[in-house]
Structure formats: C-alpha cells, structure tokens
C-alpha cells in the first residue's frame, strides 16, 4: 500500500539514491540521522551501498531488485556511524529507473552482530494475519522500534468547535448498543451493559477524514471487524459515522461506511497514546505473550520476553494489569474493546488457576514442628499470649502436632502434641512479628517461605482505618457492595484455618476451578460446587480493582493523567470485599491478590501526599503485601515475571522505606526490607504498571 510521502517524512528515516548516478545518496533526513548515526553531510554524495553491512551487499542489492511495486517493503543490513549494525525495513518508492526512496518503518537496536529483521508477518486461519519469529530469537531483548504510521488528534483537537450545541450533545448521548455477549461464550452469563460513543470515537472520525488519500488507504489495509459485523462496537461506529457525516464539515463529502471504518480500524490498531504503527499493529494477543510493547519518551518497539524459537508466533498482551483477572473477565474485555474471542493457551487451558480456591482439606497444618527461636518458645492452653502456658520448648525441639490450625490477631497457631503427657500439649505461635520478634516454630519437612503473616483477609480494611482514615465525619454506605455472607460461617472457618497452607507453590490441597464444568476439583479428590457469592464478589471486584477507575475533574483540569480520587466509602468497601474474598475463598484467589495491590498502593498515595508517616509495623505491612502478590504471581506461572507487574511499584516502595524509623521490631523489618531488595536485584524487560495515584482528598488524616 503506497504510503504519503508528505506525512512520512516527517517522522521516518528517509534515503533516497540515484540509479542514473550508481547509486550516489541525494536525500537523508534528520530521522536517518538519528536511527543511523550518520550526519547528512557526510553522506549524501556517497555510494548507497557503502551504507550497507559488506557481506550483505549482494544479499540486499538483489532483494531490492525484486521489489515490483511501490509501498512493498524490504529489510535491509546497515551500518551505523559508530560502525554497530542494525537492520532497517523499509518501504520502497521507485521512481522508475532514475531514483529510489526508501522510507523506514522501523529498525532493529544497533548491535555489533549483523542483524535479521526479526519477524515476518503471515496470513493465519481464523486470526487474521500474524507475525512468526523470522529466526530463533533471545530473551528479555529489545526485537525491534517502530515510529508510528498514524497517531490519533489529541483531545484538543475537540475544544471549543461550534458544532458541539445542545443538538450534538443530545444525538451524541443516544449513540448505545447493547453488548450481548455472543452464546457459548465464557462471558455469556456476565450482565449485559450497553456500549457508549466516547469522544476517542470522534478523534477517530476527524483523525479519519483529514488525512491525506495514500495514508487514508494504507490505514484501511490494517485489520477491523466488517461493517455488517453484529458487534457492538461495529454499530455504535456506525451510528457515530452517521452523525459526524450530519453535523462536522470534515465529513460532509465522506462515505459514511467509510468514516465507520475509519473507527474501527484506528480502534483494533491502536496503542497506547493512540498510535498505529506499520509491524506492531499486525501481532496478535495472548494472554501468555513472549513479547512486550515497549514504550519509553519517544521510542516505541518490541522486547521479548522469553528466548522465541523460529517459526513461533509473536504475541504481546492487549491487557494491562487487566492480565490478572479470571479467564471470563480477560476474555470479555478483549471481545468488547478489539471484537475477538481470545483463544489462546491461558484461555483455552482446562484450569484457571486465578480462581484457587481452598478446600477444607488444606486447613491441616504440617504434622512435625521445630523450634527456631532462641532460647525457647511458650506452648499454651488457648491460642493466645495471654492463654496459661503449659510447656516450654527449647530451641532445636522437634515436636508432633494434630494439623489444627488457628488463625488469630496475633498470628497463625499450631496445636502441638505431646504424647506422654497430654497436659503439656497446646498451642504454640508460628510467626513472632506482632511480638517484635521474627519466626518461632517452622515445619520440619515444609519449611514456610520467608514471608510473614502481617496482613491477613478480614483486616486489610482495618488496617488502614486504623492508620489513614478520618473517623470524624460519617462515612456514606456505598451501595454497590453490601456484603451478607454470614449464611456460610463453616466456609469462612476453613478459609481462615487454611491460611498457612496456602503459600508459597500451590499445595495438593488447594481447588482449582475446572473451567470446562465450572466445579472446583482438589487434589484430596472433593469436588466443590461453584462458589454461590464467588460471581457476585467479582462482578464488584472487576470494577473496582481491575478497571481503570475514572479521572477526577480536578485532576484531569491540573494536567495530571490516570489520577484516582477515592471516597473514603469506596476505599472501605474496596478493602471490604477484598477481605471477604480473602476469608470466603482463599489467599490465592485473585480479588484477595488484587485487593492486596490496591492497598499497597493506597499505601503509597498515602505518604506522598498526605502527611502520613511510616511507622515500622504498618511499613512492613505494606512489604509483605507487595511480597504476597510477588509469591502468587511467581506461581502461577505466567509468561510474565512478577517484577513485570511489580518492579516499579517495589522499587518506590524500596526507597520509602529509608525513610522509617527504626526501633524495636527492627530485625523482622530489615529481613523484609532485604527481601524486597533481592527481589529488585533482577531488572525486567519493562515495567509497565507502575502503581495507581490515589490522591486522598480531605478523607485521610495526617497521623
Ligand atoms: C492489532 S490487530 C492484530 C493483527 C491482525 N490479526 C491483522 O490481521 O492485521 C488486532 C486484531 O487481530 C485479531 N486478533 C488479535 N489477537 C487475536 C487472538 N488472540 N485471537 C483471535 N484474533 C485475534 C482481532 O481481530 C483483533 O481485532
């Protein structure tokens, strides 16, 4: 598809040569400049070849002889001023026998080695076209950078236009279809919403109808749902076509199925920030990807993930944060925003490990304990400091014990066996932490990982309430999460006594949702029915922590982006049904995890901007969350590392923390703060989710 010379060449790295001439450079613009390191002066008047990696010449000179048409496009090896090789793909203007133009569309990284262009783009079935590893590829390495071919007008674009009266606002806010999920469907039983014409939607149309005629006809050659298609978003782009086509003269002359196209196409196509880019439009999703899109100021490109074998396809994830919902969830955002079915090996796997759940089996503790602390350890009538003691165990003491488990404000209690005198068996404390003091006992065979119970389901709220939260005015209900779930008292026992289980790799014991007959299936063999509140709790929880949640008007009128400005009754009821969740199914289910993140980075609002201060136990608090939801996601095994979703949230954590006094308890805390620090030790490809911004507004109190 022949590209507009006039908007490439703003961007692109452009070289033109003269065959008359034997190839001698006449144009290089600032772009090549900057991608090739070479000043314009010291190259035009040259040989083009010169430019390219010698072995490559022949290679590359015969490639282009096969170029028939304009806009095909050609991978070429070149040589940078600093004498490093990169691969720039271009697309190819001949004029006839005379000249030849060749814009970029992107270019691997510099490197010493000669590069290839390191995917090809092919036609697939069912999934439109793709793009396949051209060569076996590294790990965590930057593939490829692109410059964009569109970028969307920005909403300035929209402000002070006079079409925008009483009649526009009001044909505007009738433009809705319903999104009916399609029968069979994983998300076929989520509640129908309708779907609204947004002021992007208008972007697009004006984006659309300005641009010039070649770049207009290279946009239609990306991928888009068909006119007739019943998606929702198919009608509501054309209902939107229609009254810009009435009301804007930029579209007056326009076909109305075009300009609905026009939003379609920009809507499968675009990144973030609005771009469309020439190769990274083309790569399909997955909710495992092995690639990244990479985004830093100006440059934007591919990194993979993992080592990519020849032949493979390439996928990044369409979903931000978004990657850590349930499978239905996942699967319903994808078809509602980019019209497809996500069919990929998370999706279409049998199990959907987001959704562990805990078997009452797993509240059976290990059945042989050590002594760990020095020089001994209380065991007593009652899982309580204050409980009578009955035996004291010195460091080293090896003891059996019953699988009872208890969990209370001070921590998770083993009931200890002593066999030749029963007088002397009781409940002894795991961790020491609310003590000042750090692991007491540990299992002998199992022995727990290195995190500590600070936060536990059922007082994440309290927790921050006890810290943040202004008492003095009455809190509004918030009627959207009203919990009742005292009907299941016996669930809630067996959730909280499995607590110890739950960690680290998943245990035998633990339900995993079998997707295909909607039933939990543990490894002790019980089948467990659907959780009757479990779908209830995350319709809730999609909204609350999973979404984007709405930009503030002061925020978004200071220039601030993706600022969140919580009600103290929403971030009660936020935490609330994460607690619920925490204690109805399990630390390892997602709304539990997702509530953690939420309130790690509350944590973080909190003391930037509000007079908040650290203290050591709420400090090490917010560690262990972050610690939490680091464990969960290392096991579940997602093509992502944790730090991927973590690394920057840790890292400001990590700086933080230099700013807490130190006093009693300091050992647990510097054990933490080390932990955070290894884990920060391993820098990911990149990190794309740094924490929300909540900016409290007079709810929080400074303590
Ligand atoms: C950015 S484009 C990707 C390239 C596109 N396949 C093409 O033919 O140019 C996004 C569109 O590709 C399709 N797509 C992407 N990932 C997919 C997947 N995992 N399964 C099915 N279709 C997918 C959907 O139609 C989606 O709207």
């Known amino acids: 598809m022949p590209l507009d010379k006039g908007t490439v060449e703003r961007t692109w790295a452009q070289l033109s040569f003269s065959y008359k001439d034997k190839g001698i450079i006449t144009t290089w613009n600032k772009k090549a400049e900057e991608v090739l390191a070479r000043k314009s002066e010291d190259v035009v008047g040259k040989v083009w070849t010169e430019l390219l990696v010698p072995e490559w010449i022949s290679w590359s000179l015969s490639a282009l002889e096969k170029v028939q048409f304009q806009g095909e496009e050609v991978a070429l090896p070149m040589v940078t001023g600093d004498g490093l090789h990169c691969c720039v793909r271009f697309v190819v203007r001949k004029f006839g026998r005379g000249n030849c133009f060749l814009f970029s569309c992107g270019h ?33 390495e930057m593939l490829l950078e692109e410059e964009p071919v569109y970028i969307r007008p920005p ?14 606002s009001a044909a505007f806010n009738q433009i809705r279809a319903a999104l009916k999920p399609p029968a069979g469907a994983s998300f076929a039983s989520l509640p129908e919403k309708p779907l609204f014409a947004s002021t992007a939607l208008v972007r697009d149309v004006l984006g659309f109808a300005t641009l010039p005629e070649s770049l207009r006809s290279a946009l239609l050659g990306f991928s888009f749902p068909h006119p007739e298609d019943p998606h929702p978003l198919v009608d509501v782009a054309r209902q939107l076509a229609e009254l810009c086509k009435e009301r804007l003269p930029e579209c007056k002359e326009m076909d109305v199925k075009l300009l609905q196209v026009g939003i379609l196409v920009q809507e499968m196509n675009i990144f973030p920030g609005g771009r469309v880019f020439w190769t990274l439009s083309r790569i399909n999703h997955s909710c495992a990807p092995n690639c990244v899109f990479f985004a830093a100021g100006n440059r934007w490109g591919l990194r993979s993930l993992h080592p990519i ?38 999706c279409a796997s049998e199990q959907d490990p987001m959704r562990d759940r805990v078997c009452a089996c797993a509240g059976k503790g290990p059945s042989k304990w050590r002594v760990v602390h020095q020089p001994a350890v209380w065991r007593r009538q009652v899982a309580s400091t204050q409980g009578r003691a009955v035996a004291l165990l010195k460091e080293a003491t090896e003891f059996p014990a019953t699988g009872q488990l208890e969990c209370t404000a001070e921590g998770l209690w083993v009931y200890g066996d002593d066999e030749k005198d029963p007088k002397k068996s009781g409940w002894a404390l795991v961790d020491g932490s609310t003590l000042g003091l750090g692991r007491l006992i540990e299992p002998v065979d199992a022995p727990l990982p290195g995190i500590v119970d600070l936060v536990v389901p059922g ?104 600022l969140i400005l919580p009600e103290e009754a929403f971030v009660l009821a936020a935490l609330r049904l994460a607690d619920d969740a925490g204690q109805l199914l399990g630390r390892r289910h997602w709304i539990w995890q997702l509530g953690l993140l939420f309130a790690l980075d509350l944590d973080l609002s909190l003391t930037r901007y509000t007079y908040m201060k650290w203290d050591l136990a709420f400090a090490s608090g917010t560690v262990a969350m972050l610690l939490e939801v680091w464990d969960w996601l290392a096991s579940l095994n997602l093509s992502q590392d944790p730090s991927y979703f973590l690394h920057s949230r840790a890292s400001r954590l990590a700086k933080e923390l230099e700013r807490v006094p130190s006093d009693a308890g300091q050992a647990l805390f510097r054990d933490l703060q080390q932990q955070l620090q290894d884990r920060l030790s391993f820098t990911p490809a990149v990190s794309l989710l740094p924490s929300r911004d909540f900016i409290p507004d007079t709810l929080f109190i400074a303590h």
């Not at 000669?114 to 697939?124: A, D, H, M, S, V």
């Not at 960690?503 to 490894?523: H, K």
Request: net charge positive; with cysteine.
């Open 459 to 562: 007082r994440l709220q309290s927790r921050l309430r006890q810290k943040a939260l202004n008492s003095r005015g009455k809190i509004r209900e918030q009627m959207w999460y009203d919990r009742e779930f005292e009907e299941l008292p016996d669930l809630v026992a067996a959730a909280k006594s499995a607590r110890g289980a739950e960690r680290g790799a998943m245990p035998a014991g633990f339900a995993r949702l079998d997707v295909s007959s909607e039933t939990w299936s543990c490894g002790c063999g019980a089948k467990l029915g659907l959780h009757p509140k479990e779908k209830e709790l995350t319709e809730v929880a999609q909204r609350v922590f999973a979404m984007a949640l709405q930009d503030h008007p002061r925020a978004s009128a200071a220039g601030v982006k993706g």
């Open 108 to 140: 691997t990284p510099c490197a010493e080695t000669p590069r290839q262009w390191p995917l090809e783009i092919r036609q697939t079935e069912g999934q439109g076209r793709a793009a396949f590893a051209a060569c076996d590829l590294p790990g965590n």
């Open 155 to 168: 909403p300035s674009l929209l402000h002070g236009r006079p079409e925008w009266d009483q009649a526009w």
């Open 309 to 346: 074998s020849a032949g493979e396809e390439i996928t990044i994830s369409y979903l931000g944060e978004e990657l850590l919902l349930p499978t239905a969830q996942r699967q319903w955002l994808l078809w509602r925003s980019k019209c497809f079915i996500c069919g990929c090996p998370r």
